[in-house]
Structures are given as structure tokens and as C-alpha cells.
């Protein structure tokens, strides 16, 4: 539970602010991800980050805009957000690219007011 | 493309009894095959992945699952359930050459009665 943390954990904003989320990984990994979990509906892959260079990016959006400084941290921006983006964000990171076990963070709930 | 399908929503059965949790999988090559949980107001935790080797794949917590190439299924099992096993639980697949993409079913939820 302690390799991943996500901060905060609940977020409450309204459509014009602008907030970061942020995610720290202690288990030496190289990749990081961002996922978004919406009720009754499959994990969405947002962003991948590879050795901190972005690697895929699933037609986000450009109000969610992601930020890796280094293989450790992981940022999500967000900006004029809409009520339809309140969801739990879910961080998560493995290590190399070829059996790739994934390790989540407990998520922030964000609403979006 | 892959693709993965949990066909119950949810899954009911009482403690100390049987459970199995459905997973079927579509992939172009061999897959990687994973199950999570999620317990409330938590993230996903690992239970158990299949690569390669012995179909049956053992987990965490007393958890299994089966791998079957012909049904193309990875359903997840526990000889006896108890109270604690309720949450949610997802099944993953990943292509061989996927890289870091891991594409998550719907998800099930379990719910043990005493």
C-alpha cells in the first residue's frame, strides 16, 4: 500500500480552478500511469510514462495535462474542468516493459463542481 | 486489439463456500493475464498473473485462477470465501507486444454473506 501514494486523496473543485494531483512511487520503478475510474465503467488508461518520457496518450482531453520530473513522481494538471470529469484518478507504476505487473495508488476522488 | 470481459456485474455466495469470478480475453498473439482487487476506497491491489507455464496460476489471500487457452478464459477461484473477499475485482489482459498496456474489464463485485 505505502510503494504508491497519491495526494491528496479527495479533491472538490469548481470548473474554473486549476488544481494538480500528485503521485510518488518508492518502489524504484520506471514507468508511471494515470488511469481514471468512473462508476460502472472500465479503468481508463489516460497517460504512460516510460523512463519520463510520455509513451502514449489515449486522445485525452487537454484539460488533463500530465507531468513526470523524474521516474519517481508523477503530476497530473488539471484546468476548466468539466462536472463529467469527477471520477477516481489512480496512479500506478511498474518496472520495465516486458511482464509489466502494475502497482496502484488508493486514488484521489476528485468532483468537479 | 485486446479486450477483456467480466460477464457478471456481481457475485454472490456465502461465506465458506466455493466462489469463481469470470474472465474471458481477447488477443491477437499470447496474452498476459492479471487479476486486481479494489477494496473500498482503495486503489487496486495485485492478486495474481499468468505468463506462461502451468495453467493453474496460484495468488495472494488463497486465491487461483485458471488459465484456458481453448475458452480463451482466466476465471478467478477460492475453495472457501470468506466476509473479508468482499470488494471489487478486475481482470486485465495484456498482448504479448503490448508494452505497457494493460486493457481492464468492467470489474466484479463480490459480496460474501455470513
Known amino acids: 500500500e505505502t510503494g504508491v501514494t497519491q495526494t491528496p486523496r479527495h479533491l472538490v473543485m469548481g470548473m474554473t480552478n486549476k488544481k494538480s494531483l500528485k503521485c510518488e512511487q518508492h518502489?524504484?520503478?520506471?514507468?508511471m500511469y494515470w488511469y481514471k475510474q468512473s462508476a460502472k465503467k472500465p479503468l481508463e488508461l489516460m497517460f504512460v510514462?516510460?523512463?519520463?518520457?510520455?509513451?502514449e496518450n489515449n486522445s485525452v482531453p487537454s484539460r488533463f495535462s500530465p507531468e513526470c520530473p523524474n521516474s519517481s513522481h508523477l503530476f497530473l494538471h488539471l484546468h476548466t474542468l468539466q462536472p463529467e470529469d469527477s471520477a477516481l484518478y489512480l496512479c500506478?507504476?511498474?518496472?520495465?516493459?516486458?511482464?509489466?505487473?502494475?502497482?496502484f495508488g488508493p486514488g484521489t476522488r476528485l468532483t468537479v463542481l | 486489439a485486446q479486450s477483456v470481459a467480466q460477464p457478471e456485474d456481481q457475485v454472490n455466495v456465502a461465506e465458506g463456500n466455493p466462489l469463481t469470478v469470470k474472465c474471458t480475453y481477447s488477443v491477437s498473439g499470447n496474452p498476459y493475464l492479471f487479476w486486481y482487487v479494489q477494496y473500498p476506497n482503495r486503489g487496486l491491489q495485485f492478486l495474481l498473473k499468468y505468463i506462461t507455464g502451468d495453467n493453474l496460476v496460484k495468488g495472494s489471500y488463497g486465491f487461483e485462477a485458471e488459465f484456458n487457452k481453448s475458452q480463451t478464459s482466466f476465471h478467478l477461484k477460492k475453495p472457501s470465501a470468506l466476509v473479508s473477499d468482499s470488494a471489487l475485482y478486475f481482470c486485465a489482459v495484456r498482448e504479448e507486444n503490448a508494452g505497457n498496456m494493460l486493457t481492464f474489464g468492467g470489474g466484479t463485485r463480490l459480496m460474501v454473506k455470513p
Open positions: 500506478a507504476s511498474s518496472q520495465g516493459t516486458t511482464v509489466v505487473t502494475q502497482y
Open positions: 510514462y516510460s523512463l519520463e518520457e510520455r509513451v
Open positions: 518502489l524504484g520503478h520506471n514507468a
